[in-house]
């Protein structure tokens, strides 16, 4: 066995096979080694082990009761799985190995907020995130991807994580796939049929009701935007703004938070969702904010910004908005309309004013400002926000 000893820190490697069989010569031979030595903290690098067994896990769970500050690091996927099954990761800090990829070449079949998505094989695709992204918060949105699959919504789970470069990335087999923004650049003929498909997916995904606390509550975020900017606006414009955001019920209507025609993939006719980072609860008006900025607040000060976001032009993005509201509101009046559409801009406008009010790039801080404007005239003019 080969080991380290540095800075009263000691790094144990360990490899092959675990087991009923080597189980007590590796414990022996990990006490010779510890023997005599002052260490405050343990690492055991299982980057080379390819098994482990409930006896494997006993050295290691003795080895604890010693040495209180124990680090498991380089778990492969599969000892992973074994430690998350054991209730292990619960017990230790313990980091995953991730293998690496590439995506140098592969197809973009899409960017985001977040990163940027790649085909990188006919049956494969990864999101890439932006440097920076914790791994706890891929394994978040994982989790709720699950959530959602569990609850009968079509969701695409990612089935690894992997490094791509200095950046981790999320994988998912989704075969012959294509988006609905792929789908609509390259046949513009089908933009009504796949806003359709859109607002159909939305009423299912507003009328899954999720188990209460179960899922963030997209209010209380909006909350704190409002909350955030209270510097950049009169006291009766704040004061009246977090009343209205108070007033929102606080229903269990499951929320996708950023559903664009880049996070819905169609794969032989069947609907799949991506994106789930966003997943919460709440009034569907706060859906609707997030489609507003999409369509149409983040394409206000710049039109081309459709094209370079979307890959469409900004009337067909501005149409996709018109016709997704008027669809989901089928029935209700032409003045129930322009009042959910100023009650979605609002919200819209609290979320990207909040993110960038400490952005110095001109062209960023004209979408602010433009933001700015709008929620100081909407604000006088709503009596509630509910949907």
């Known amino acids: ?50 098994y482990i067994s409930s006896a494997g896990l006993r050295v290691i769970m003795r080895l604890s009761r010693t040495y209180k500050n124990l680090k498991i690091i380089g778990a492969r996927l599969e000892i992973y799985e074994i430690f998350a099954i054991t209730g292990f990761v619960e017990l230790f800090d313990i980091e995953r190995a991730y293998r690496t990829i590439s995506v140098e070449g592969c197809e973009v079949l899409g960017r985001g907020a977040v990163g940027e998505v790649f085909r990188i094989a006919p049956d494969t695709v990864v999101k890439v995130y932006k440097k920076g992204t914790d791994v706890s918060d891929i394994n978040r949105e994982r989790e709720l991807a699950k959530r959602a699959f569990v609850l009968g919504l079509p969701t695409a789970i990612p089935y690894d994580i992997v490094k791509v470069g200095d950046q981790f990335g999320s994988v998912f087999e989704l075969l012959d796939a294509e988006s609905f923004a792929q789908v609509m650049i390259e046949e513009p003929s089908r933009t009504d049929e796949m806003i359709e498909k859109t607002v159909g997916l939305m009423k299912q995904i507003h009328s899954t009701s999720v188990k ?158 433009v933001c700015r404007d709008h929620i100081l005239e909407l604000v006088p003019k709503l009596e509630s926000l509910a949907l």
């Open 212 to 369: 209460h606390g179960d899922l963030p509550y997209m209010k209380d975020q909006i909350m704190e935007n409002a909350k955030n900017i209270e510097n950049s606006f009169p006291p009766e414009i704040n004061e009246k703004l977090q009343r209205l955001i108070a007033g929102l019920p606080d229903t269990d209507n499951m929320i996708h938070g950023d559903l664009q025609i880049k996070n819905i993939m169609i794969q032989n006719g069947e609907l799949l969702l991506i994106d789930m980072d966003t997943l919460s609860a709440g009034d569907p008006i706060l859906e609707f904010a997030g489609i507003f900025n999409t369509y149409c607040q983040y394409t206000e000060p710049d039109h081309d910004n459709a094209m370079e976001f979307l890959g469409i032009p900004y009337e067909r993005a501005i149409h996709i908005w018109d016709m997704s509201i008027h669809r989901y509101l089928e029935g209700r009046t032409e003045e129930e309309i322009t009042e959910a559409t100023r009650k979605a801009q609002l919200i819209g406008c609290v979320r990207i004013y909040n993110s960038l009010t400490r952005d110095s790039q001109v062209r960023r801080k004209a979408l602010a400002d």
């Open 1 to 50: 066995m080969r080991s380290t000893y540095t800075d009263n820190t000691i790094t144990l490697f360990l490899t092959g096979r675990l087991d009923s069989n080597s189980s007590a010569s590796t414990e022996s031979e990990i006490n010779s080694i510890i023997e005599g030595k002052e260490i405050n903290k343990v690492i055991i690098d299982i980057e080379g082990l390819t």
